[in-house]
């Protein structure tokens, strides 16, 4: 069975500080991950997906399958970027995605 | 187009009441999803159908029955509502037409006392 892991909680930044919220995943075939965003008492959204390979509002992600992990990036955090992180993953031909458990993201000003 | 629009925003239920959560979708998708969010827990996948007519249970479906009458429609049901049932509840659909992109609801903030 899938799985994705991401290990912290909560991160906390002063604005202008790199962010990276980390992602692994156990899958035995080929996944597609996505990370997806929630701000405060809003839906969640897409973010990006690893097929992409494109940057959103300054955000990457790389899927490392050596490390099995997709972590996400940003050179210098704005407080805008507080919110809610979810990395999912997509397997088997499947369209109903796994979520890891979130990690809130604190830019403080 | 609206998207996913679930119903209602917000519920408080007595313990043992039961309540349908609506989940409705206009994008044409073949599957849909309902997920229970929990602090610390994540999205925890409940129930799932890849059409209509077809479901199946996820991680965490006791509790809870749905149907999938029509493709636009995907209704989760409370049977016996239980204070550990209380959480915010999405829903989601997805479908070859969106590629694998999951579109969510606004979610429904469940309180059982």
């Known amino acids: 069975a899938q799985r994705v892991t991401q290990p912290e909680k909560l991160l906390s930044v002063f604005k202008g500080a790199p962010v990276e919220l980390k992602c692994n995943y156990s899958y035995s075939g080929s996944p597609e991950l996505f990370w997806y965003v929630q701000y405060s008492r809003q839906r969640l959204q897409l973010l990006l997906r690893h097929i992409s390979r494109e940057s959103i509002k300054g955000f990457t992600a790389d899927l490392n399958k050596g490390e099995t992990s997709f972590h996400l990036k940003k050179p210098f955090a704005q407080e805008e970027d507080s919110a809610m992180y979810y990395c999912a993953l997509l397997s088997g031909g499947s369209y109903i995605p796994t979520f890891g458990r979130g990690t809130s993201l604190i830019v403080h000003p | 187009n609206a998207g996913v629009t679930q119903t209602p925003k917000f519920q408080v239920l007595k313990t043992g009441q039961s309540m349908t959560l609506q989940c409705a979708q206009d994008?044409?998708?073949?599957?849909m999803s309902w997920y229970r969010q929990d602090p610390g827990m994540g999205l925890r996948l409940i129930h799932y159908s890849v059409g209509a007519g077809i479901t199946d249970q996820g991680e965490v479906p006791n509790g809870y029955n749905v149907s999938r009458s029509t493709t636009e429609d995907f209704p989760l049901r409370l049977l016996s509502a239980a204070p550990s049932q209380t959480s915010v509840y999405f829903c989601?659909?997805?479908?070859?037409?969106?590629?694998?992109?999951?579109?969510f609801g606004q979610g429904t903030r469940l309180t059982v006392v």
């Open positions: 994008m044409n998708h073949e599957y």
């Open positions: 989601a659909s997805s479908g070859r037409a969106g590629g694998t992109e999951a579109f």
